[in-house]
């Protein structure tokens, strides 16, 4: 737990708001869990298409706070009305 609190929360916070930015509202954090062994965070997220997940991680990759930043897996929920790409 120590470990996770001495995490540079507000500065990821910020990178990840940032990136945000240019999405004009269509990519939303879901959740972000901390892996403090591995080094590494795991965040979900969602979009409503393909191309702004990309662009978004895109985005993500150009921060100098985050290292190796990449899709993980994303996938189709068609239980919604239009469909949303959950990213991770």
Do not use: C, F
């Amino acid at each position: 737990m120590a470990e996770q609190l001495g995490a540079p929360w507000t500065q990821l916070l910020a990178e990840l708001e940032s990136a945000s930015r240019d999405s004009s509202g269509q990519i939303a954090v879901l959740s972000i869990e901390p892996d403090p062994v591995k080094h590494n965070v795991h965040i979900t997220g969602e979009s409503k298409d393909l191309p702004l997940a990309l662009a978004y991680v895109q985005r993500l990759q150009a921060s100098s706070l985050l290292r190796y930043p990449m899709l993980d897996s994303h996938e189709v929920k068609t239980t919604m009305r239009n469909g949303r790409y959950v990213l991770r």
